[in-house]
T-cell receptor
Framework: QKEVEQDPGPLSVPEGAIVSLNCTYS??????FMWYRQYSRKGPELLMY????GNKEDGRFTAQVDKSSKYISLFIRDSQPSDSATYLC???????????FGTGTSLTVIP | KAGVTQTPRYLIKTRGQQVTLSCSPI?????VSWYQQTPGQGLQFLFE???????NKGNFPGRFSGRQFSNSRSEMNVSTLELGDSALYLC??????????????FGPGTRLTVL
């Protein structure tokens, strides 16, 4: 079993829709959770960073962590065509320094 | 603050050759990690260097090696290239101390094509 599981999609939504992206993980020691956005032919860029459980909001983006279910989500409100990209989740334990990534979900927002 | 830079951006090699990729981390970052990204496998961890020492290693054959210099710049070498080595190679830098202040920042990648 992989440390981090992420549905690869692809996901296609109309402009203005609410998008939900998810990852599950198996290591209960993971404490730090990240979402990266990767445009085609570019490196991933950090989008959201959360520590432990709870929600974090930044503009149209909300990151949610449920440690009891080992489940993290990224919500995108009022999705825009410019949100079309691959979204990768990543996590790190509080006892180590290695980062573990999901395989990424490809999102297309149709105008 | 300058971001992570990688050179070259594109590379075409033939089977059996070797290749060296370079990564310059963000100033002040001491950790450099290397990843291989392919459409089928996603982002796969190769190895991480911290203060010139390999600290973590993924499940890749010995043909993949790396090193880090005293200024934190890192190089990755792949010997005896195979067709399956064609991928986007990404470098990421971080402070390297773990904890809530440590996050990885990626470079633009080097796209390697093996013919």
């Amino acid at each position: 079993q992989k440390e981090v599981e992420q549905d690869p999609g692809p996901l296609s939504v109309p402009e203005g829709a609410i998008v939900s992206l998810n990852c599950t993980y198996s290591n209960s020691a993971f404490q730090y959770f990240m979402w990266y956005r990767q445009y085609s032919r570019k490196g991933p860029e950090l989008l959201m960073y959360t520590y432990s459980s709870g929600n974090k909001e930044d503009g149209r983006f909300t990151a949610q962590v449920d440690k009891s279910s080992k489940y993290i989500s990224l919500f995108i409100r009022d999705s825009q065509p410019s949100d079309s990209a691959t979204y990768l989740c990543a996590m790190q334990s509080n006892t180590g320094n290695q980062f573990y990534f999901g395989t990424g979900t490809s999102l297309t927002v149709i105008p | 603050k300058a971001g992570v830079t990688q050179t070259p951006r594109y590379l075409i090699k033939t089977r059996g050759q070797q290749v060296t990729l370079s990564c310059s981390p963000i100033s002040g970052h001491r950790s450099v990690s290397w990843y291989q990204q392919t459409p089928g496998q996603g982002l796969q961890f190769l190895f991480e260097y911290f203060s010139e020492t390999q600290r973590n290693k993924g499940n890749f054959p010995g043909r993949f090696s790396g090193r880090q210099f005293s200024n934190s710049r890192s190089e990755m070498n792949v010997s005896t290239l195979e067709l399956g080595d064609s991928a986007l190679y990404l470098c990421a830098s971080s402070l390297g101390y773990g904890g809530s202040t440590d996050t990885q920042y990626f470079g633009p990648g080097t796209r390697l094509t093996v013919l």
